[in-house]
């Protein structure tokens, strides 16, 4: 299943050597963003920007070993024990790890955290990755004042029991919703924890002017492997791509935040003398089109289809430079579970002019599309502007800052159309089912929520719940079919227009020592820190 788009032209190019020098301790490094950070609370933050910043910050008890998909133990000495009914997992946390503000960690701070997740008034968008463990429903209900699953086994032990077996329970105890956070902390700063972060993790956040630059020290008490290697790093927001690429080659940027502008990209590409700074992966992502289903015309299944239709998805790829797969379903092709002979819609004009027409709106209507401002997006939404025009549906663009959109999209009956563009939907961890509770699913069509077509089925929760539950041996492969029934009886409710499968290019400067495994994680996209530079 290992599909890539490949440039035969400039494949020599970007091919990129790991024969580079040992990391060292000390320096600094900057990164640009053309958008500026939402939010740095764990509970919080869920997007491809603020993630890889996250983990500057905090740890969770499991983690991924880098450039893998591999779970390993982090603030845990070991991976768990799990009980013989798969029901009850208990982890151990090192002993002395201490939060940025010198308190050390203990189980209690475990149990409080993921609590907190499960709190409606946090307004977590990871609540439905952890409903599943015992008494959680009770309490998000208000019935009871703590979540009876959740125990601190003395000062370093922690015990959760679900309600049910979870194949997956491991991977989302590695995500960031469950990277710690200490109580105190969190009631002295209220909602402004997101911007006064405190965790355990490799750096602290020293600086924060809004909409001009995020500072990183290196945390001195680091409990991991003399990890991190830089002394400080800086993520300059507020700087156009184009501009930032300009700053690299300046020596001011050391890395490409939003990738490589469209603008400049053929010409990077084609240019030997930046053979050893770009890199190329294909992401485990699906860009995609969100149709609400609770907004005007698009309630009809038979109009959403025919929306899928009407879009040119190859004509798309060209205004990216051909980074990306055609996609014909909502699992990328790298996610276990994917199905090969899952066509899609194919892109059919007059059978959607026809199925409209079936429907009720023989004339098209009027709605809006949503989209980031960040370039390539306005390009590609007015490019399925004119698409959608040309079978009547006529589509206001809405250019927005992409918290803007975020909300919006996550509002009820608020954004009918989304290009998710710079927000494609990227694995949290290597299973089928993140790419179902999270965004598909009745538990995330929720304020707040990333299931941006409000699209709830009951029987579909219950069947994926069913699922998940297969983890006696021998089960996997039943487990992985009865997913991708799943999507496909999703794909005909055409809740998204699939368009593509990311190829991701990233930038870095000359003096930026990091690779594959440290710059394109398939988990973490990022990892700060197992970064370092050439001094």
Not at 67 to 91: C, E, H, I, N, W
Not at 124 to 148: D, E, L, N
């Amino acid at each position: 299943m290992n599909r890539k788009l490949m440039l035969a032209a400039s494949l020599a190019l970007l091919s990129f050597s790991l024969s580079q020098a040992a990391p060292t301790r000390g320096g600094s490094m900057v990164v640009s963003y053309k958008d500026d950070v939402t939010t740095l609370d764990p509970a919080i933050g869920y997007d491809l920007q603020n993630w890889p910043i996250e983990k500057m910050l905090f740890d969770g008890l499991l983690d991924y070993e880098v450039g893998t998909t591999k779970l390993a133990p982090r603030l845990a000495t070991a991976m768990p024990k799990v009980s013989a009914d798969g029901k009850t997992y208990t982890f151990t946390l090192r002993p002395g790890v201490k939060f940025q503000n010198g308190r050390e960690l203990v189980a209690d701070d475990v149990v409080y955290t993921l609590t907190r997740v499960l709190d409606p008034k946090t307004k977590s968008p990871g609540q439905s990755f952890y409903t599943g463990i015992a008494g959680a429903q009770t309490f998000i209900a208000g019935k009871a004042k703590t979540v009876s699953g959740l125990k601190a086994v003395g000062k370093y032990g922690v015990a959760i029991t679900l309600d049910a077996p979870n194949a997956a329970f491991l991977n989302i105890m590695a995500m960031n919703f469950a990277y710690i956070v200490p109580k105190e902390e969190v009631a002295k700063a209220g909602a402004d924890f997101g911007h006064k972060p405190v965790g355990t993790g490799p750096f602290k956040l020293t600086s924060w002017p809004s909409g001009q630059q995020l500072v990183f020290e290196r945390n001195p008490n680091y409990f991991f492997q003399n990890l991190p290697y830089l002394d400080k790093v800086t993520v300059k927001v507020g700087l156009d791509p184009s501009v930032a690429f300009l700053s690299l080659t300046r020596g001011e940027v050391d890395l490409l935040g939003d990738g490589i502008p469209p603008a400049q990209f053929l010409q990077v590409v084609h240019d030997p003398k930046y053979k050893a700074n770009v890199l190329q992966r294909t992401n485990v992502n699906t860009s995609y089109i969100s149709l609400n289903t609770g907004v005007g015309p698009l309630k009809d299944v038979r109009v959403r289809q025919a929306v899928n239709m009407a879009i040119n998805k190859t004509k798309v790829l060209r205004i990216i430079n051909g980074r990306g797969v055609l996609a014909k379903t909502y699992l990328p092709p790298l996610m276990p579970g994917y199905d090969a002979a899952e066509q899609g819609y194919k892109y059919d004009p007059a059978a959607a002019k026809a199925l409209l027409k079936t429907a009720g709106f023989p004339n098209g209507f009027d709605t809006v599309l949503y989209t980031t401002s960040t370039d390539p997006h306005p390009r590609i939404a007015q490019s399925l502007q004119q698409d959608l025009a040309a079978v009547g549906i006529k589509a206001s663009i809405k250019s927005q800052a992409q918290s803007t959109v975020v909300e919006a999209a996550s509002t009820p009956n608020t954004a009918a159309m989304v290009w998710s563009g710079g927000m494609a939907w990227t694995q949290d961890f290597p299973d089928p089912s993140d790419f179902y509770w999270p965004i598909l699913s009745c538990k995330s069509a929720v304020q707040g929520g990333w299931n941006w077509p409000f699209f709830c089925d009951k029987a579909l929760d219950a069947r994926a719940e069913k699922a998940d539950q297969m983890v006696a041996p021998g089960q996997s492969a039943a487990r992985l079919k009865e997913y991708a029934s799943i999507f496909s009886a999703l794909n005909k409710q055409a809740l998204w227009v699939p368009l593509y499968h990311e190829v991701k290019y990233m930038m870095k400067s000359d003096r930026l020592v990091g690779g594959l495994p440290e710059l394109e994680d398939p988990i973490h996209n990022i990892v700060y820190e197992r970064l370092s530079v050439n001094k």
